[in-house]
């Protein structure tokens, strides 16, 4: 069958699947391939998969779902690859068509309903539901409760971390000393919930580098939409965002911040994913131009920072969407290298997926384990006292792992490191 006669199961250049020459040299980057050794659970298996479901040899069946629903969307075989094949779009763009032609068992559905799509991406929302935690916490009944609850909310629970100290970022905050420019820092869903003081320490750090911040009101960016398979919120939730940036913020932006991997990831695709909608193609197409990682806008403005010691031994871990998506690697180390006192080691696979790829630890809980028992090992043989990351989901999941087993090392976003070496030091 030619790719004109393909069916349009898979909203996707068909084009994309022929990239892939099947060399393999994307296997001993896959995770799931190397914890598996099962071809259907490698790239270019699953790039099998997704042609021949477009070219309708395969039905979207259980056995389908299945090995596409075991990827993480890592996006390290797009490091790996030497064709360039750009497996990320293809894989999104599966997941959208499985949830239109496959049926999920009853508590899958209610998981993806429930919380991937009705809480996580719903800041208010979500931080109302968290309320009662707090109580649950004290009276020490979080545990139990868990237990009684159905597997994918039970381990939700068990994954949310303690109350911290409570931040918050102001809708506009003023740069310090000579101005650098105005960024737009995009505030999101899950940060300002569960991580309010990095949000607010990112805002600071900004600030003190010579940037005016400012923080319009949004939500998801649609990154947690496009992994569950619902394209049509993520490209939503992705114009939503693009209107806050152009109408709410000052419109002389010099780039719109981010310090979630994914989101990075995803913003950095609006170009791609609107290219189609004659409102936004344009606009969308601007907006992607402009959005950096925190960690690349501070690694070019750090001599306008002043850095006191901050004596901690620390290992970086990569977040798979600023490093396989965004191959953003060298700025976050750099910035930490720049911290007196600091003293950075080696993370072994440091680039190699926690575990918690989106929501991947709530749907896939087996796998995501055994990703991060290698995780936690590498850190641990570190020797590290802290390890640094710039993703929200790899410090809820670095975090539990590190706490099942009972350790001290402490878990770091990049920005903390950075706002704690710009205070009065020791």
Known sequence: MSPREAAPLVPVDYERFL???????CLEACPTYVELGVEADSPRGRIHLMRAVADRRLPVDATVARHLDLCLGCRACETACPSGVRYGSLIEAARSTIEKMHRRPLGARLLRRLVIGGLLPHPRRFQLALTPLRVLDRLGLRAPLARLLPAGLGRFLRLLPAARQRGRLARLTLPEGTPAGTVGLLRGCVMPVLYP????ATARVLAAAGFEVEAPAGGCCGALYLHAGDRRSALAA???TVDAFTTEASGTLTAVVTNAAGCGAMMREYGELLAGDPIYAERAAAFSAR????????DGAGDRLRLNPVPITAAYHDACHLAHGQGVRAAPRRLLARVPALRLVALADSDVCCGSAGTYNLTEPEMADRLLARKVEHILASGASAVVMGNPG?????????????????VLHTVEVIDRALGPGE
Request: charged share 25%; net charge neutral; with cysteine.
């Open 238 to 240: 992705a114009r939503r």
């Open 394 to 410: 790899c410090m809820l999941q670095i975090a539990a792992g590190l706490a099942a087993r009972r350790s001290p090392v402490e």
């Open 291 to 298: 959005v950096r990682d925190v960690s690349e806008l501070l």
């Open 19 to 25: 990239d892939c020459v099947h060399c393999g040299l």
């Open 197 to 200: 003081d990095v949000a607010a």
